[in-house]
Each structure stands twice: as structure tokens, then as C-alpha cells.
């Protein structure tokens, strides 16, 4: 996994949405995944939201490509290079951001919206 920053602790529309809750689940799949990695591998990688949009700018060039909010309030961000790197971050409302995953593959997909709800 990425290494952003040394810091401690972590602490509408209905295509949108739908986009969304694909990232969600991912991201949810990938948590659930590495929960069987021994401790020192799950190290949260969290620092101030502006630090890690800079260092993922700068040093990978990503940026965001899809954001949403959870139940819970926290802000969940995919962002992706050009060449297809790619991290998802979460944002814990009042708190430092927190490196969920990063990859390599990226490829944007299209958006379909259906012609009937509940489609």
C-alpha cells in the first residue's frame, strides 16, 4: 500500500449514487480484505485532507475522479492519474484523511443511466 504521511492516528443524484455505491463497496471489500493482514500492515496512513491531495498530485498525479458521502458522514474520494494509478481516501467528518487502498488499472467507466427507476 502507499505511503502518504507519518501522523499517529485516523481518526444526489441517483447515477451518482449508483457510481458511488460501487466505489463504496470496493472500498468496503478491500477494508474487509486486508482485516486479516497482521497489524503492523494495516498502519492507517492518515494526515490533513489538503497534505494528501498534494502529495497525490504531485508525486502520482491524481486526482479526484469520483466522490461521495457515507452514511456515516465521512467523505470517501477516488482519485486516478492519467496513467491509471489510483487511491481511495476517506475523510472522517472533523478529522485527518485516511488512505483506504491504491492501485494500479484505472479506467474510468461510463456512467448508464436507466430509463425507468428501479432499473
Do not use: H
Request: hydrophobic share 40%.
Amino acid at each position: 500500500m502507499r505511503k502518504l504521511m507519518t501522523t499517529p492516528k485516523c481518526r444526489n443524484r441517483q447515477p451518482q449514487a449508483r457510481q458511488f455505491a460501487a466505489v463504496a463497496s470496493l472500498a468496503l471489500s478491500t477494508v474487509l480484505t486486508t482485516a486479516a493482514l497482521p497489524a503492523a500492515a494495516q498502519a492507517p496512513q492518515c494526515a490533513p485532507r489538503e497534505a494528501v491531495l498534494e502529495r497525490l498530485s504531485s508525486d502520482y498525479r491524481e486526482e479526484p475522479v469520483s466522490i461521495g458521502v457515507t452514511a456515516t458522514g465521512s467523505l470517501l474520494e477516488v482519485l486516478a492519474s492519467p496513467e491509471g494509478s489510483w487511491t481511495i481516501i476517506i475523510t472522517v467528518p472533523g478529522g485527518p484523511t485516511c488512505l483506504v487502498s491504491s492501485g494500479e488499472g484505472w479506467r474510468g467507466a461510463p456512467v448508464q443511466i436507466a430509463k425507468q427507476p428501479g432499473i
